[in-house]
Nanobody
Framework: QVQLVESGGGSVQPGGSLRLSCAAS????????MNWHRQAPGKQRELVAS???????NYADSVKGRFTVSRDNAKNTVYLQMNSLKPEDTAVYYC?????????????WGQGTQVTVSS
């Protein structure tokens, strides 16, 4: 059974920091690209940051220079360090794992964790 469990969300003031974690189980973590998406009320879900299975990273323009994605294959965990948070970062953040293996696509999602940035 595949599980992606996010943690670390919460409420923070503008300019503050949070660190999200996503612990994976039931998959061979090291072969998966790991992604963080977010969805704000009334908006579409958007890709925020990605880290490939070999550690290459990519970020949405809106978070470049403020967010850092990293992974620890020994702990089957991906992280999203969020600094200089803004009210527009308020959203539910979702962890996503995907890979292509033996000509088949695998795609899994966590349940999401709420991040609220407000004064």
């Amino acid at each position: 059974q595949v599980q992606l469990v996010e943690s670390g969300g919460g409420s923070v003031q503008p300019g503050g920091s949070l660190r999200l974690s996503c612990a994976a189980s039931g998959i061979i973590f090291s072969i998966y690209a790991m992604n963080w998406h977010r969805q704000a009320p009334g908006k579409q879900r958007e890709l925020v940051a990605s880290v490939t299975n070999v550690g290459s990273t990519n970020y949405a323009d809106s978070v470049k220079g403020r967010f850092t994605v990293s992974r620890d294959n020994a702990k089957n965990t991906v992280y999203l360090q969020m600094n200089s948070l803004k009210p527009e970062d308020t959203a539910v953040y979702y962890c996503n794992a995907n890979t292509r293996w033996s000509m088949r696509d695998y795609d899994y999602w966590g349940q999401g964790t709420q991040v609220t940035v407000s004064s």
